[in-house]
């Protein structure tokens, strides 16, 4: 389901509070956080900004809250730890996410 402005897709009649999908994506930052600092140490904090950027891009190209937990799975190994790489997979997932699981299964069958 679509939610833009508060507004739950059309048909519904009802809204969504700014507070539900803000809590939302906290809770889904949170979730991130231990993995954020296994791989990326000290940087996490940024690690976990580039993921809340990926969330907005993804709901502005998508219309989805959140990409895919697959397609987040893919960022997270096509990064390898690498907050530029993570900046770059972020990308690659919003414009053609075909690509980064292309991408990210090379990587897995290396091992």
Do not use: I, K, N, Y
Request: proline share 3%.
């Amino acid at each position: 389901m679509m939610v833009r402005d508060g507004a739950v897709g059309a048909g519904s009649g009802g809204r969504v509070p700014h507070s539900v999908a803000a809590r939302s994506r906290d809770e889904r930052r949170e979730g991130a956080r231990d993995r954020a600092t296994l791989e990326f140490g000290d940087r996490a904090d940024a690690a976990l900004d580039l993921l809340d950027l990926l969330e907005l891009a993804w709901h502005d190209s998508h219309g989805d809250a959140a990409p895919p937990t697959e397609v987040v799975e893919d960022v997270w190994t096509v990064a390898s730890g690498d907050l530029a790489q993570l900046a770059s997979a972020s990308r690659l997932a919003v414009t053609d996410w075909r690509d980064l699981r292309l991408a990210a299964d090379e990587l897995r069958a290396r091992g």
